[in-house]
């Protein structure tokens, strides 16, 4: 009992006179008027004027408690019928989750589809490129075999995994209602002893027929390629051979211009004797950089410096006759080399370099013995005599001129000054041209050289021009059937794709005080089976997360693909590389032909395979294929109506016709709660049968039947291993268990 203390006012100091009347007043008895006042007012039992007394102050406390344990009760009670509607909400994301793990299967296959496809065409065309030169002719075959086999892997592929993936979305309103059931009995238990049945169904229930076509050309152009293999590869050896010589020649040319520097060559004589530097004489370190023209550049700038700065060594006759001549063979070469050329592309080669002469027999042949230059003068008994210059001793009073071929044709006795006779001129150009120390003697190698690289040349263009007609042509074609292989693609239209409407039913009835018994609430009634619908769909989230799911799952095919050397090595790699497409798009594929490239001996004289690698690499450059969608696929809830309204199937009408009735006679009495889940049963059990544990979708076999294989499988869910063909009967057996409970009709399937 809770005491009360009255409160005690101090008492007041009565005056003397007056304390006879304050005694007075205290003995006085109550009158009528207060005697029993407390029990006559309304509320003095529990309060009078100085507060709450004992008995109200317990009251309150006793009211108080029960209103807190009422309360308490009505929000356990109101929480546990609202718990299943939250379960609802988790069977209905776990079902449509069953689908958005179907799209992830989906696209692991479209990627090994893909990029068997673009490995099939990129092959070829490497096979087609390995025919253009000697060096890799042999790994064409095996090349060319092994496209063979990798399209038809692919279009062997794509045909089982249509076929896998057409079983697995039939089993898929299966999956999604057992992964729904899991998720409910998890929820099992709990204060209230709940006991969860759930159920959902795709919506749509049935999926699009999933078909993948094979890649038009593909097979057809490794047989144009094995056809023209023959022809290819011989005109490819023709070619590597020409070239080889035509190489050849180049380097003695190179070498002779600069090359061999410091030792004799053009240059080094260029500079020792005309003292030539900088652009008049470059020096090249590589006869890759270097060309022809460098030397008839050479040969030019050298004979103009050369006539510019001629002077006699002496002052005797002959000495200046010499001089004379040397600079009349300097005029007569740079006039010569000026009209030399050299036109040179990469498929065509055109170049003259005139020979001087190198001997008096020689130098008969040139305009030096033709021209009409040399001073004549008369000697005794008429005979005329031909001087080397003008300015000879004995060239006084000359009546003409004459050429060395007039001074020969008459028999002219040679000048006593100048001793001026044919082999005068002809010894100029053999002292420079016989041996290594003159320049005329490099030059006249290079020309040779320029000579027969051009012969060399002339064989090896046209062969090179009907092995790029042929070759291009076929890798013309690769980059086709690389455009149409990245449209082949696979796209699923599964069920559920609008969604997934699901069912959840508490089965325990339990009494409202269960776990919370107490005094103050009175026990009575009980909390019965509650049902709730939900729905969910799949919204894409812009995110690395599917991105990485399906690399995940592309690098374990690449773990799986063994290994092997050689031309079937390159396929391999070639293959891992190609699995990336799907990922990266463009990138990927040019990634990996320029690995493939590096892997193969490409290099050659003829220069036809570096040729017929790059052609291909370029082609492959317009292909622009862009990297797949990848925004992982997530689950999120949404209004029933939403899911129902987007498909015009049975139970989606008879779905929202309940739901329609449902809002407009929300306590009626009808079996439409029941027809709904029957239809649902239908649909799940349709999908159960011949499944175990696991899917086999397809498997890849890169090379036949004799290579190894590499299968694509998806785990059942536990629950659905578990379940097999009995659940999804269950499951719904047990919700209209819950309907005949509650509107006491039981309704016979």
Not at 197 to 210: I, Q, S
Not at 433 to 449: D, K, L, R, W
Request: negative net charge.
């Amino acid at each position: 009992m809770v005491a009360v203390r009255r409160k005690m006012m101090p008492a007041a100091r009565v005056p003397k006179a007056a304390s006879g009347s304050a005694r007075a007043n205290r003995l006085r008895p109550l009158s009528p008027g207060r005697c029993g006042g407390r029990a006559r007012q309304p509320f003095g039992l529990f309060r009078d004027e100085d507060g709450f007394t004992t008995v109200g102050v317990a009251l309150a406390l006793l009211v108080t408690l029960s209103l807190v344990f009422t309360s308490a009760q009505v929000y356990r009670v109101s929480s546990a019928s609202a718990d299943v509607q939250d379960v609802a909400d988790a069977v209905a994301l776990a079902a449509e989750n069953e689908v958005a793990e179907f799209m992830i299967v989906v696209r692991v296959c479209d990627a090994v589809a893909l990029s068997l496809s673009l490995t099939g065409a990129v092959v070829a065309g490497l096979g087609v490129a390995a025919l253009c030169t000697p060096a890799t002719a042999g790994a064409s075959g095996v090349l060319l075999d092994a496209a063979r086999k990798v399209v038809r892997a692919r279009d062997a592929f794509a045909e089982k995994a249509a076929a896998g993936l057409n079983r697995l979305q039939k089993a898929l309103p299966f999956l999604a209602a057992a992964n729904a059931a899991s998720v409910a009995s998890a929820n099992n238990g709990g204060a209230m002893g709940a006991s969860y049945l759930g159920l959902a169904v795709l919506v749509p229930a049935d999926g699009e027929e999933l078909s993948v076509g094979a890649v038009e050309g593909a097979e057809d152009l490794v047989d144009e390629a094995e056809r023209e293999a023959d022809d290819i590869k011989q005109a490819a050896a023709e070619a590597e051979e020409a070239a080889r010589e035509a190489a050849a020649c180049k380097e003695r040319a190179f070498l002779r211009d600069c090359g061999d520097a410091p030792a004799y060559c053009m240059y080094e004589r260029a500079a020792t004797l005309a003292g030539m530097a900088g652009a008049d004489n470059p020096r090249y370190a590589s006869v890759d950089v270097w060309s022809f023209s460098v030397a008839l550049d050479r040969a030019r700038a050298y004979y103009a410096c050369r006539l510019a700065a001629e002077e006699p060594e002496g002052s005797s006759a002959e000495e200046r006759a010499r001089s004379a001549l040397r600079e009349r063979f300097y005029r007569y070469a740079a006039a010569e080399v000026e009209r030399g050329y050299v036109r040179e592309t990469a498929d065509s080669f055109e170049a003259f370099f005139p020979h001087l002469p190198k001997n008096t027999a020689e130098m008969r042949q040139t305009s030096l013995y033709t021209e009409t230059v040399y001073p004549v003068t008369a000697v005794g008994g008429g005979r005329a005599v031909v001087h080397a210059w003008p300015g000879c001793p004995e060239a006084a009073g000359a009546t003409g001129t004459a050429s060395i071929a007039q001074m020969e044709a008459d028999d002219c006795p040679a000048c006593p000054a100048c001793g001026f006779t044919a082999a005068s001129m002809g010894k100029v150009a053999a002292a420079s041209t016989s041996i290594e120390n003159g320049f005329e003697h490099h030059y006249e190698a290079v020309a040779q050289a320029a000579d027969e690289y051009q012969k060399a040349r002339a064989k090896l263009d046209p062969l090179a021009a009907e092995v790029k007609g042929k070759a291009g042509g076929l890798l013309d074609r690769c980059l086709d059937v690389l455009r149409r292989a990245g449209g082949m693609r696979i796209d699923a239209a599964p069920p559920g794709r609008f969604g997934t409407v699901a069912f959840a039913v508490n089965t325990n009835v339990a009494a409202a005080s269960t776990g919370f018994a107490n005094g103050y609430v009175r026990e009575a009634g009980a909390l019965g089976a509650r049902a709730a619908v939900s729905a969910a769909t799949l919204v894409a989230e812009p995110s690395d997360e599917g991105r990485n799911v399906v690399s995940s799952l592309l690098d374990g095919l690449r773990g799986e693909g063994g290994a092997a050397t050689g031309a079937l090595g390159v396929v391999l790699d070639c293959w891992s590389g190609l699995l990336g497409a799907y990922l990266e798009g463009q990138g990927a594929v040019q990634g990996a032909i320029e690995r493939a490239v590096d892997a193969l001996p490409f290099a050659s004289a003829s220069g036809l395979g570096s040729w017929a690698a790059g052609a291909f690499g370029k082609a492959a450059e317009a292909l622009g294929l862009e990297p797949a969608k990848l925004d992982a696929l997530k689950p999120v809830l949404v209004n029933t109506a939403h899911v129902a309204s987007a498909d015009d199937a049975s139970f989606s009408a008879r779905f929202l016709a309940v739901k329609a009735q449902a809002v407009a006679h929300p306590l009626a009495s009808t079996d439409l709660f029941s027809s709904v889940v029957t239809a649902a049963e239908a649909a799940a059990v349709e999908g159960v049968a011949g499944l175990d544990g696991t899917v086999e979708i397809a498997s890849v076999r890169l090379f036949g039947d004799d290579g190894p294989a590499i299968p694509i499988t998806i785990a059942l869910p536990q629950a659905a291993r578990d379940a097999v063909a009995d659940f999804a009967s269950g499951v719904a057996d047990g919700v209209r268990s819950v309907y005949a409970q509650v509107t006491g009709v039981r309704t016979w399937e």
